[in-house]
């Protein structure tokens, strides 16, 4: 950020507001400048004491001015060219300047001298009067239509003709300090629920003026939000990522003994399971929580990007928390958290798939690979992306201490032991590598690391793609799907309270599973304590199929790893330039029966049908 140490100095900047720039600027007397060069307005502040708040609100737009004591006199001529400038581009444009009101003040007052601009004033003041009030507290809207030049007090920083004269208008806001009360006491989780609200609002009114009253051809109300990520936001990412990378929560939840577990279990009749042994935790959990505390994510400006660390560190914190219980019922309990519960409907859709599909036996199938001839199948579609993407880099492990086939940080992993058919070696190509090693990939090339390390909640709709890949690549098998249904039912029964001995039965006995299958599905399960996260799979499905069947597209779910919830969000930093479309794509969108049977799984076919 560039300092300028005259006004002949910060003159010379007008002639550089090339399209598609930015300008950042500190301005004399402590003020400051950021400005979007393609957006036609001006949010500004004038600072007062112990206001550091509605500072923030301000500082929620793309482009804003903060102006310190009296800098508005020292930099008045500076002003007046940079608006020239900025109404020649755009035919006119809009300042929005915003101060805080009185401490007991629960109304917005919107002071409008300019008589043009009813849609602007109207989606304003219908957006503000829709902010959630804290308890206690009811937030109104007024629109003041005045003429004179001094608005409560504040001395005009623009001569309203002369702003008139070459195309600008001027819109006074007024704002409630509604997240303090009458003492001062400040509240500062409803501040960040209200600034998400504010910005949105102020966002959508100011889209009304550009679409109308200038030549811009921004096409969303999106794009008129922050358009660079701070580098301390950066610096919040990078640390996230650090922490999250520190330990593998999947491996570290996963038995190491569970191979000797089975062999006994078999041996005893089938009862009495024996006690699960873990991995050594490779890090201090309370430490790791101590760091994540002290990242300073209150203090993000943009509200979209301060949600997602918000939530994805109360999401580490539960991981961290969930491997100190691993072994304990309260882990099953913090699962619930983590990974919600079986519904309704999901339980029905899970009885419905068990319903119609009977268990095929294992005499029909026929291994064809092993680990390392699938590691090669897996290295030929890393290939495949290559062609794409030419520094798309895969690995492949192949690991004695591993017990069931996972990709973790975007590289395969195998069971040495692994043994699979050449359908299952399809579907799980899809599932593992395209859909968790591509998502990770296209991640890992977004400004923001936790894009392929995932956003809080992202599981369910990352293996809800995994699952409809396999299908989509004319892969997904009979046991696959009734597998899936079975982890549902099995977890419905956890949450029953049902013993290791009863789960192992009632997959066996009431739904038809091998033994073999019964024991994979329920020693999963009990992982940890009882771990949840096995329903995700046609949770996910089910979720993938309601937002499909409601005109969503897929491709740009796989830009990264989130949640569904996330998606407006990650379409808003699209729209903004902060995010980037997908760069890989799967394998299995070039089938020819691809189009087919994904316009029948948005038709909403039950999920039996999908083999």
């Not at 112990?50 to 301000?58: E, P, S």
């Not at 809009?94 to 109304?107: F, H, N, R």
């Not at 829709?130 to 030049?149: H, P, W």
Request: aromatic share 10%; net charge neutral; charged share 30%.
């Amino acid at each position: 950020m560039e300092k300028p140490k005259t006004i002949e100095h910060l003159q010379q900047h007008l002639t550089n507001l090339e399209p598609g720039g930015r300008t950042v600027l500190q301005l004399p007397r402590d003020g400051f400048l950021f400005l979007e060069h393609d957006v036609p307005y001006l949010m500004v502040y004038r600072k007062r004491r112990k206001d550091k708040k509605t500072m923030r609100l301000a500082k929620t737009t793309a482009s804003y001015l903060i102006l310190g004591d009296d800098s508005e006199v020292a930099i008045k001529d500076f002003l007046e060219e940079l608006l020239k400038l900025i109404a020649r581009r755009f035919r006119s444009f809009l300042v929005l300047e915003i101060w805080e009101g009185a401490m007991d003040g629960t109304e917005f007052v919107i002071s409008a001298p300019h008589k043009k601009l009813s849609s602007t004033l109207d989606a304003l003041s219908e957006g503000l009067g829709k902010i959630e009030a804290r308890y206690g507290a009811e937030l109104s809207t007024r629109i003041s239509k005045v003429d004179d030049e001094v608005i409560e007090g504040i001395a005009p920083l623009f001569d309203a003709k002369s702003l008139r004269g070459i195309g600008g208008a001027w819109i006074g806001l007024e704002v409630p300090p509604a997240y303090r009360d009458g003492e001062g006491t400040e509240f500062p989780v409803y501040f960040r629920k209200f600034r998400t609200q504010f910005a949105k609002t102020v966002q959508e009114a100011l889209f009304e003026f550009v679409r109308i009253q200038t030549t811009s051809k921004i096409a969303s109300y999106h794009a008129l939000g922050k358009r660079e990520i701070h580098e301390e936001v950066l610096k919040i990412d990078k640390k996230i990522a650090k922490i999250q990378n520190s330990y593998s929560f999947l491996l570290l939840v996963a038995p190491i003994n569970i191979s000797e577990l089975k062999k006994r279990y078999c041996e005893n009749g089938f009862r009495n399971i024996g006690t699960y042994h873990y991995r050594l935790l490779p890090v201090d959990p309370d430490i790791l929580k101590r760091k994540l505390y002290n990242l300073d994510i209150h203090e993000i400006d943009d509200p979209a990007l301060a949600y997602i660390y918000d939530e994805k560190r109360e999401e580490i914190d539960h991981e961290l928390t969930m491997l100190k219980e691993r072994g304990s019922q309260n882990f099953f309990y913090s699962g619930i958290r983590m990974y919600g519960s079986v519904s309704k409907e999901l339980l029905e859709e899970a009885e419905a798939i068990l319903g119609h599909l009977s268990e095929e036996p294992e005499s029909s199938r026929q291994t064809v690979m092993n680990a390392h001839e699938f590691k090669s199948l897996a290295e030929k579609e890393f290939d495949y992306f290559r062609k794409m993407a030419p520094d798309y880099k895969g690995k492949v492990h192949i690991r004695k201490d591993v017990n069931i086939m996972m990709v973790a940080q975007g590289e395969l992993y195998l069971p040495a032991d692994y043994t699979l058919t050449a359908l299952e070696a399809r579907a799980l190509i899809q599932h593992e590598i395209g859909t968790h090693a591509l998502t990770h990939y296209n991640g890992a090339r977004q400004p923001l690391r936790q894009m392929a390390c995932g956003l809080a909640g992202y599981d369910a709709l990352q293996e809800g793609i995994a699952v409809l890949a396999e299908y989509l690549a004319n892969a997904l098998g009979l046991n696959r799907l009734r597998t899936l249904a079975g982890r549902v039912m099995a977890g419905n029964a956890l949450g029953k309270g049902a013993s290791f001995d009863d789960m192992f039965v009632l997959l066996h006995k009431d739904y038809g599973f091998s033994k073999d299958r019964s024991f994979d599905i329920t020693s999963r399960m009990f992982q940890g304590g009882g771990f949840l996260k096995d329903i995700v799979y046609l949770k996910g499905l089910l979720e993938l199929r309601q937002h499909l069947s409601e005109g969503g597209a897929l491709e740009p779910l796989l830009a990264g790893k989130f949640a569904l919830r996330h998606l407006a969000t990650v379409k808003d930093l699209m729209e903004r330039g902060l995010l980037y479309p997908p760069k890989i794509m799967p394998r299995y969108l070039l089938n020819e029966s691809c189009n087919q049977k994904l316009g029948d799984f948005k038709k909403g076919m039950p999920l039996y049908k999908m083999v």
